[in-house]
């Protein structure tokens, strides 16, 4: 499944900004879908993932803050960004595991102090 990402961008602490993912392919299947961020010099870390029976995780430092939802008749992903902190900055990357993992392209959120 390819996987296209959209939505970043520059935002000031405390705004909201929301990626969205689009899949190629029907994604009713697919069993995990979601999100993950990465800093430059650091891991890939998941923050937030989506089953496709809707259930939900979050890394800890964005609950609260962070919704993702699963739209399995378009086929897409969204993560709602709220409350953002300098420390969200970060290249985000839409995730799908179906069998095997799937990335698309990162997407950058920077957020100012």
């Known amino acids: 499944v390819q996987l296209q990402a959209s939505g970043g961008g520059l935002v000031q602490a405390g705004g909201s900004l929301k990626l969205s993912c689009a899949a190629s392919?029907?994604?009713?299947?697919?069993?995990?879908m979601g999100w993950y961020r990465q800093v430059l010099g650091k891991q890939r870390e998941p923050v937030a993932l989506?089953?496709?029976?809707?259930?939900?995780e979050y890394v800890d430092s964005v609950k609260g803050r962070f919704t993702i939802s699963r739209d399995n008749t378009r086929s897409t992903v969204d993560l709602e960004m709220n409350d953002l902190k300098p420390e969200d900055t970060a290249v985000y990357f839409c995730y799908a595991y179906d069998r095997g993992t799937y990335w698309g392209q990162g997407t950058l959120v920077t957020v100012s102090s």
């Open positions: 392919r029907d994604v009713k299947s697919v069993p995990i």
């Open positions: 989506i089953s496709n029976m809707d259930s939900t």
